[in-house]
T-cell receptor
Framework: DGGITQSPKYLFRKEGQNVTLSCEQN?????MYWYRQDPGQGLRLIYY???????QKGDIAEGYSVSREKKESFPLTVTSAQKNPTAFYLC?????????????FGDGTRLSIL | AQSVAQPEDQVNVAEGNPLTVKCTYS??????LFWYVQYPNRGLQFLLK??????LVKGSYGFEAEFNKSQTSFHLKKPSALVSDSALYFC?????????????FGKGTKLSVIP
């Protein structure tokens, strides 16, 4: 089955530590996205990538970094500069970034602070 | 700047009754409008979208949505609610401009269907 795989499902971060969340898709989609979900705030866009080796900041990029070296992979690093990282992180993909096609979502990674 | 409002944090409805989850938006130009559903500890699932044409859009699981341009609304509806419809629902306009393309999500409405 085609889809998006996020790992790990749960992740704990220590103070001053960087952590990386994995996102892999086998849908052959060009565009990929990272969202942060906090209770009562909906989803907020962190970074998105419309094509390999290119990505743009979303609304809340500070304290995060990404790479897009392969079409199927879009890892997110939560750096120590992100002072409030506890949240549910969702990765998504779509056929292209500039289309009206729906985004497909993974099942998320829940990040907590130790 | 684009924005979307889901005025109700929670909607309660009895099983078998019709349901409505409200959404209003403020975007420039003609938006593409989406509804997604989220079950606990899961990602979002696409329900339906409005691009152009008929104002009544039919989607997955018996859901439909009505686009109203004059009221800038895109309310989600279902004629007969099921307990399994209980979930978090998100309205999201898709906007593009200056090389930026993104969905703007509402804060979500929690739907509870009571047996």
């Amino acid at each position: 089955d085609g889809g998006i795989t996020q790992s790990p499902k749960y992740l704990f971060r220590k103070e001053g530590q960087n952590v990386t969340l994995s996102c892999e898709q086998n849908l052959n989609h060009d565009a990929m996205y990272w969202y942060r979900q906090d209770p009562g705030q909906g989803l907020r866009l962190i970074y998105y990538s419309q094509i390999v080796n290119d990505f743009q900041k979303g609304d809340i990029a500070e304290g995060y970094s990404v790479s897009r070296e392969k079409k199927e992979s879009f890892p997110l690093t939560v750096t120590s500069a992100q002072k409030n990282p506890t949240a549910f992180y969702l990765c998504a993909s779509s056929i292209t970034g500039s289309s009206n096609q729906p985004q497909h979502f993974g099942d998320g990674t829940r990040l907590s602070i130790l | 700047a684009q924005s979307v409002a889901q005025p109700e944090d929670q909607v309660n409805v009895a099983e078998g009754n019709p349901l409505t989850v409200k959404c209003t938006y403020s975007v420039s130009g003609n938006p593409y409008l989406f509804w997604y559903v989220q079950y606990p500890n899961r990602g979002l699932q696409f329900l339906l979208k409005y691009i152009t044409g008929d104002n009544l859009v039919k989607g997955s699981y018996g859901f439909e949505a009505e686009f109203n341009k004059s009221q800038t609304s895109f309310h989600l509806k279902k004629p007969s609610a099921l307990v399994s419809d209980s979930a978090l629902y998100f309205c999201a306009p898709f906007t593009s401009g200056a090389g930026s393309y993104q969905l703007t999500f509402g804060k979500g409405t929690k739907l509870s269907v009571i047996p």
